[in-house]
């Protein structure tokens, strides 16, 4: 593929809900990124998953969140129950290692009603 | 925790003048200080990135300055244009097994002609 893909690019849904954003990494890139983006705000860490290795959670800001990665490939973060505040830009990224540089995916505006 | 504090906030300068940002990081063992660009709407992009052991490093118009001791790095952007009007982010990797990155809070820089 061209890049890090993202889906959906948008989503907009009802509190309470649930929903799940996908990411779909440059292929050979072991390290996979998530972030949220709220808006004029930064970048916030999620979480991380490099291969086979536990991933490091340490961003994941309530239970509500979690993320999976099958192998090397394809990541979903999934969001229970959504709250308003839970509405931003979630970017994935992926790179080749730690001190590599990261490629961001398009991102999924989430909208929470 | 780790924190990397980035100012200034915003930063407004004529084409042609300089601009500098700066950032300073709380964990004296981060080893590596990426610096991304994110024009509005658009995924964040590597511009320029320095490693622990160099004190300098220059890309064409870009540069990045470290100050291991003080905790302090900087970008540098000579010959303003105002295709550089953008947000960047600076982030800081800690040495520890997992590669996260923690990011700035971003300078919101515009170039006006």
């Known amino acids: 593929g061209a890049g890090v893909s993202q889906s959906p690019s948008n989503k907009v849904t009802e509190k309470g809900k649930d929903v799940e954003l996908r990411c779909d990494p440059i292929?050979?890139?072991?390290?996979l990124y998530w972030y949220r983006q709220r808006l004029g705000q930064g970048l916030e860490f999620l979480i991380y998953f490099q291969g086979n290795s536990a991933p490091d959670k340490s961003g994941l800001p309530s239970d509500r969140f979690s993320a999976e990665r099958t192998g090397e490939s394809v990541s979903t973060l999934t969001i229970q129950r959504t709250q308003q505040e839970d509405s931003a830009v979630y970017l994935c990224?992926?790179?080749?290692?730690?001190?590599?540089?990261?490629?961001f995916g398009p991102g999924t505006r989430l909208t929470v009603l | 925790g780790e924190n990397v504090e980035q100012h200034p906030s915003t930063l407004s300068v004529q084409e042609g003048d300089s601009a500098v940002i700066k950032c300073t990081y709380s964990d004296s063992a981060s080893n590596y200080f990426p610096w991304y660009k994110q024009e509005l709407g658009k995924r964040p992009q590597l511009i320029i990135d320095?490693?622990?052991?160099?004190g300098e490093k220059k890309d064409q118009r870009i540069a990045v300055t470290l100050n291991k001791t003080a905790k302090h790095f900087s970008l540098h952007i000579t010959e303003t244009q105002p295709e550089d009007s953008a947000v960047y982010f600076c982030a800081a990797r800690g040495s520890g097994g997992y590669n996260k990155l923690i990011f700035g809070a971003g300078t919101r820089l515009a170039v006006h002609p």
């Open positions: 292929s050979g890139h072991t390290a």
């Open positions: 320095i490693r622990s052991n160099v």
């Open positions: 990224a992926g790179s080749t290692s730690g001190y590599n540089e990261q490629f």
